[in-house]
């Protein structure tokens, strides 16, 4: 059976020995994030990961979701409580306003959680993550009402959040979309239309899911000039957040998939379903696009938690494994053959995961910092700064971390030989979960002409001028100490 | 930039190295952050901290194995769009 141990002390380390977390302190929730306290916060947040989301992760993907005859869906057993006690640990509000009942903690230490919990169980973990993106979006978009309507639910984790985009003819091109949205004259919409891979979209987990949804109101113009964003509730709400009636859109069918069986995958039927607009009239796309960071720095995250997760359990298994001799004579003569760690090209295939998985930790934690910064700083010229690199680091780490995070767990099912190939093991588990995260929030191909198309000239190059100049001045400041670095800089 | 002068009038040159460069600056991000990591280290080093030799053997690891990557995927990059858009859609 595979394990997980959750990389504490290193993301304690990246955080403050390398990139100074704590200079922030004079930040709104960055006070609180100092490291003693940070360091609990994350200890707590490893503890629940390893012990309730990690033993679940096998019997999640051998049990899948199943879909009823009447359209409800079950999550495999175990699911329900271990989404509760993270929910109820406040996980899932870490990086919320207080206002709404969150923990009003820089988005850093989030996505240090992210990643455990990702690597513990990714099926799991989604819930929650889809969750937290629809949080970032009504917080960005919503109005007030909407605010106090859904974020204390889905904060507290009573109510889910999805991502309704992709339909059976579009997932990357959505100025193809077709659901249509038809306005009640009271505010309301009626929504139809069908929405496929739908993460999440129908499930036993909690009383309520709210799905945000982008249509086309009758009459907008085409392309992607004339999509808007609603919100369409599972259950109507009250407005004190009481249930009420079965809303309109119902789970149509499951998805058989390679990987994440834990994660209910769903073509979403909207029959005239009611719904509210979320910000502007045709403004959807570019209401998505602004939340589209941190869901993208978040797929990313669960590239780098399954190549790390691999990686543990190649490298233990590598100690364990008796075959062969060192070729350079016996290490361990009283046994029958040495242990596969003394020959070079596992070492070797070893390193190279290891060496990404820290850098990319590093890169993660780095983006999520200068995001945050952009976020609150009071500094315009800071939060610029900040805006930019998020911009340009996005297709970078869901691009080359998923790329790489998929080849690595495919590297360390490589240590395992014939073993790794068998189910039972866990290692091609990791395989077919990593696989996802290389196609959804934008397939990779799409992440790079994003970088090359639309990030790279941005304002005349000015994110990437801004990258270059710090690595320069970070090489010149310390190219007589350390020599041996500046193989990077090009 | 290799992009500027070739990709303005060729957008499929932009098209064709995407990927190839979108991995050459994950490289180039990952090896500056090994370059802090490391110093950090040595710092810590000298500190006493012996825990930290293991950090500088996978930075090494990274820039001699690893990033000689880059070499590789600037020459696709540079190659430019002319063989992948060659073929019309019938020969694939
Ligand atoms: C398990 C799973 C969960 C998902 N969850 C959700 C969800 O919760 N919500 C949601 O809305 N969607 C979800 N999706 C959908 C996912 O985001 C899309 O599948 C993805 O964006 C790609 O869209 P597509 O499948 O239509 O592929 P297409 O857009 O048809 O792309 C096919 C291929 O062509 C390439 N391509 C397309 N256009 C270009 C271009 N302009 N330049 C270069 N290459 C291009 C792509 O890179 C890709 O390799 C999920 C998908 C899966 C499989």
Redesign the pocket.
Known sequence: MPSYKAPVADTLFLLYDVLGFDRHSNLPGFADAGRDTVETILEEGAKLCEKSFQPLNRSGDLQGCVRLANGDVTTPNGFKEAFKAFAEGGWIGLAAGPEYGGQGLPHTVAAAINEYASAANMALAMYAG?TQGAIAALVLHGSDEQKKLYLPKMIEGSWTG?????EPH????LGLIKTKAVPQGDGSYKITGQ?I????GEHDMTENIVHLVLARIEGAPEGTKGISLFVAPKVLPGADGSLGERNAVSCGAL?H?MG?HGNS?CVMNYDGATAWLVGEENRGLAAMFTMMNEARLGVGVQGLAQSDVAYQNAAAYAKDRLQGRSLTGAKEAAKPADPIIVHPDVRRTLLSIKAFNEAARALVLWTAIRGDVAHVSEDPKERQAGEDHMGLMTPIIKGVITDVGFDNAVKAQQMFGGHGYIAEWGMEQFVRDAR?AM????????QA?DLVGRKLPRDGGRAIMAFFKEVDGFLKDNAETQGSNRSSSR | MWFMANAMGKPDNA?AGATDYMHLFGLVALGYMWARIAKTALEKQAEGDETMATKLVAGRFFMERMIPETATRLAAITAGAEAVMALPADAF
Do not use: H
Request: hydrophobic letters at 40%.
């Open positions: 889809l999805t991502m309704n985009l992709t579009c997932g990357t091109d929405k891979f739908i993460s999440a998805e998939k994440i995958t996802i196609i959804y929030e934008g397939a990779n191909g799409v002409m | 098209g």
